[in-house]
T-cell receptor, first 113, second 115 residues
Framework: QQQVKQSPQSLIVQKGGISIINCAYE??????FPWYQQFPGKGPALLIA?????SEKKEGRFTISFNKSAKQFSLHIMDSQPGDSATYFC????????????FGEGTQLTVNP | DAGVIQSPRHEVTEMGQEVTLRCKPI?????LFWYRQTMMRGLELLIY????????DSGMPEDRFSAKMPNASFSTLKIQPSEPRDSAVYFC???FGLGAAYEQYFGPGTRLTVT
């Protein structure tokens, strides 16, 4: 059962553009929403995370927007760079489930120079 | 600092053979996770340990899969007998504590091919 739906599956943007990746979840008990970045041949690495008590979190060029009522959250990459080309995964977890993360399907981002 | 270490990095085996994947977590971390990544199913949590004790193995697909953590610095994931549908990249991750907010650090993965 897929509890976190991610879109788009792939995304191509030009250098300097904004990359936007969206996720939607079903389980209203989810209370932690991280984004992971994965380069080819590497394991995923935590990029940024948010809790539902805030609507936005920004770290450098990366921003998470969170809409609790719509059960949606998104990753915005401002001034996208070729080095941002990677696969991005959203995830969700509920504190009572311990450390279990449910991942989205992933978005392959390509930033053209 | 050494990150999570996995071995082997690549494994090719024939159907029916036993496969053992190994993981050394980051020193000081007390939680360890095994994930499987495929194109069809994405990234799935198989099992995780806290203080060497299995906490949640609900993601282990079937009895052919088993995982152990005999001490704080070593874990194995075993598949016996292996099948072609087990072909995937298997990741080990570790974290400093138990709880989703503790960052999970992933290893480089083991790419398993079962022919």
């Amino acid at each position: 059962q897929q509890q976190v739906k991610q879109s788009p599956q792939s995304l191509i943007v030009q250098k300097g553009g904004i990359s936007i990746i969206n996720c939607a979840y079903e389980n209203t008990a989810f209370d932690y929403f991280p984004w992971y970045q994965q380069f080819p041949g590497k394991g995923p690495a935590l990029l940024i995370a948010i809790r539902p008590d805030v609507s936005e979190k920004k770290e450098g060029r990366f921003t998470i927007s969170f809409n609790k009522s719509a059960k949606q959250f998104s990753l915005h990459i401002m001034d996208s760079q070729p080095g941002d080309s990677a696969t991005y995964f959203c995830a969700a977890s509920e504190e009572t489930s311990g450390s279990r993360l449910t991942f989205g399907e992933g978005t392959q981002l390509t930033v053209n120079p | 600092d050494a990150g999570v270490i996995q071995s082997p990095r690549h494994e090719v085996t024939e159907m029916g053979q036993e496969v053992t994947l190994r993981c050394k977590p980051i020193s000081g971390h007390n939680s360890l996770f095994w994930y499987r990544q495929t194109m069809m199913r994405g990234l799935e949590l198989l099992i995780y340990f806290n203080n060497n004790v299995p906490i949640d193995d609900s993601g282990m697909p079937e009895d052919r899969f088993s995982a152990k953590m005999p001490n704080a610095s070593f874990s194995t994931l075993k598949i016996q007998p292996s099948e072609p549908r087990d072909s995937a990249v298997y990741f080990c991750a570790s974290s400093f504590g138990l709880g989703a907010a503790y960052e999970q650090y992933f290893g480089p993965g083991t790419r398993l091919t079962v022919t």
